[in-house]
């Protein structure tokens, strides 16, 4: 692989993961606080 | 106006939070994101496409999410589980009622070449269980094996029935599953079908991604990685690449097809939709290029060289699916369990967007003329399977490609434009945004009303203008099909067959859509009676 291809791999990868781990911490930690 | 009796008895709810982000993610994930996507991103300058489709995620994906999000919640306020309702909600003008008709002709129309090739995933799960297409070790004899399924060329491969039988039993689970209901049935299925497709995918991109080149410097995994992703920055200044990589955005997020609206009509006003409708766009993708991304091209690659790896992703999505990767099965320790794993994912991606597109069709009998849940979903069943018998025998003249393309490429590049300007512009930008933050876990960034207010319909008028010019026009008059070839003038009357189909189809849901405003007495100046929404996620 390409410098520049594993780049551009690791950017998309890391976009999309972080936006999935972070959603999902933020929706557990939401609900954790509505729980009364 | 008169509160609609029926949209108390259609009353459902989602059982829990997680049960609705893994059906909307289940609606969403489709066989687009593990054939479609890989041959896009390969056939359009690799990274270059990556640029691209990022781009079109942020301005057109996410905020169209959004939009299909609070337009589906703001219309479960009044029971409306489909478009037609939702847009009436939305707007207080006779038209509303009629232009969300396409809301009601897209799920259905996909729903039943969708439902048709789902069932081609079934069968070959068979086929790889039972070692059946074991001993078409390359890839122009898998390809005549799936052609003889399709009933194009030999049909001597497969006996005539089993195409019909595997659409059959294909469409019985479906509409099983949409008897049962949101929370007993199309929640169940996401519950279960979602960790079973991501865990499937998971071992299938770890086994891909492992593999030895076949021989000495040969190619690897990683040369096939690298196809998909080293950019070629030429390929930046054609808009075909734009064009290409909007498509995908559309087709892999399932907006612009009234199913999105649907699942969140059944969640009340102090239900989020902001930070839920992210983490359904984030699953999706990562679904997308993180597993999609890494096992068919990177498999093709390593058996065929990346040239022929290209040749193959050029020649099809379905090619690569079908043929390409049972041929690679077939080299492989546990090749007939590689296979159903394959195959069952792509079976759980498709049954978990097609009951999806059964949704707002119940719906709309349900609350509008008050029929049970179940004789609908049986109903509709019904239609389906004769409207997909035509799909299997006309598939060869071109049936598929031609409702495919109105119903579910330039459909819904004009329903997502609708409803965007509906939401953003006829609803207002305040009461839109206000509207997406009822509820709220997160505050969406503001930037995002300005880019829904004006450059996401910007950018949807200009694909809209561009498909319209260089294919709508041209398929339309059959100066080309849909793939691009110049038609079969053998063809010609199952086309026109095909769209006439498919004119009676929107003519018959008008038709439907009047009766049921007179039925219930609606006033559309008035609007609809709010109705109590209790049961929070």
């Known amino acids: ?36 | 106006m008169s509160p609609n009796n029926a949209a108390s008895s259609a009353n459902e709810n989602w059982g829990s939070r997680i049960g609705l982000i893994l059906a909307m993610a289940g609606n969403a994930v489709g066989l687009g994101n593990f054939l479609r996507f890989p041959s896009q991103a390969a056939n359009n300058g690799g990274g270059s496409f990556m640029i691209a489709y990022f781009t079109a995620f942020l301005l057109l994906g996410i905020p169209l999410m959004w939009v299909e999000w609070g337009i589906g919640r703001h219309g479960g306020r009044y029971r409306k589980g489909h478009v037609p309702g939702m847009f009436a909600a939305l707007w207080k003008h006779p038209a509303a009622k009629y232009i969300g008709v396409i809301g009601l002709t897209v799920p259905l129309v996909v729903m039943i070449y969708y439902t048709y090739i789902e069932s081609w995933t079934l069968a070959f799960t068979v086929f790889s269980a039972t070692r059946d297409y074991f001993g078409n070790s390359t890839q122009e004899s898998m390809v005549t094996y799936l052609q003889s399924y399709q009933m194009i060329g030999d049909s001597t491969v497969h006996g005539m029935w089993k195409p019909f039988a595997f659409f059959f039993v294909t469409l019985f689970i479906n509409i099983w599953v949409v008897s049962r209901g949101i929370s007993a049935g199309i929640e169940k299925l996401a519950k279960i079908g979602m960790p079973i497709l991501f865990v499937f995918a998971a071992v299938l991109a770890v086994v891909v991604l492992t593999m030895d080149p076949l021989t000495p410097g040969g190619a690897s995994p990683l040369d096939g990685l690298n196809f998909i992703y080293n950019p070629d920055y030429s390929q930046l200044a054609r808009p075909g690449l734009w064009l290409a990589a909007a498509g995908q955005i559309f087709f892999t997020l399932s907006v612009g097809m009234g199913t999105l609206q649907a699942y969140a009509s059944y969640l009340t006003k102090n239900d989020d939709i902001a930070l839920s409708g992210l983490a359904t766009a984030a699953t999706n993708e990562t679904a997308e290029v993180v597993l999609g991304g890494s096992i068919a091209i990177p498999a093709a690659v390593v058996f065929f060289g990346v040239a022929g790896a290209m040749q193959v992703a050029s020649s099809g999505s379905f090619n690569i699916g079908f043929a390409t990767m049972p041929v690679v099965f077939q080299q492989l320790p546990f090749g007939q369990w590689l296979g159903v794993m394959w195959f069952g994912l792509l079976f759980f991606a498709g049954i978990t967007s097609s009951v999806a597109m059964a949704t707002p069709i119940v719906a709309f009998f349900r609350e509008e003329f008050g029929i049970r849940r179940e004789t609908v979903a049986w109903g509709l069943g019904a239609v389906v399977l004769v409207f997909g018998l035509l799909q299997i025998l006309w598939l060869q003249h071109g049936m598929l490609d031609e409702w495919d393309y109105w119903g579910g490429t330039f459909g819904l590049v004009v329903f997502a434009s609708i409803e965007v300007v509906l939401f953003m512009w006829v609803f207002k930008p305040e009461r839109a945004w206000a509207s997406l933050h009822e509820g709220a876990d997160i505050r969406i960034p503001r930037i995002f009303k300005f880019i829904m207010t004006y450059v996401t319909p910007l950018y949807l008028f200009t694909i809209l203008a561009w498909w319209g010019v260089s294919d709508a026009y041209p398929i339309l008059t059959m100066a080309k099909t849909p793939g691009g070839a110049v038609p079969n003038p053998a063809d010609v009357p199952y086309i026109n067959a095909s769209r006439a189909i498919l004119a009676a189809i929107v003519v018959t849901f008008v038709i439907l859509v009047r009766m049921a405003w007179k039925r219930n007495g609606y006033n559309d100046r008035v609007g609809f009676a709010e109705v109590t929404q209790t049961s929070e996620l």
């Open chain 1, 1 to 36: 692989m390409t410098r520049t291809a594993i780049a551009f791999m690791a950017i998309s990868w890391g976009c999309v993961l972080t936006l999935l781990v972070w959603s999902f911490a933020r929706i557990l930690s939401s609900d954790a606080k509505k729980k009364p």
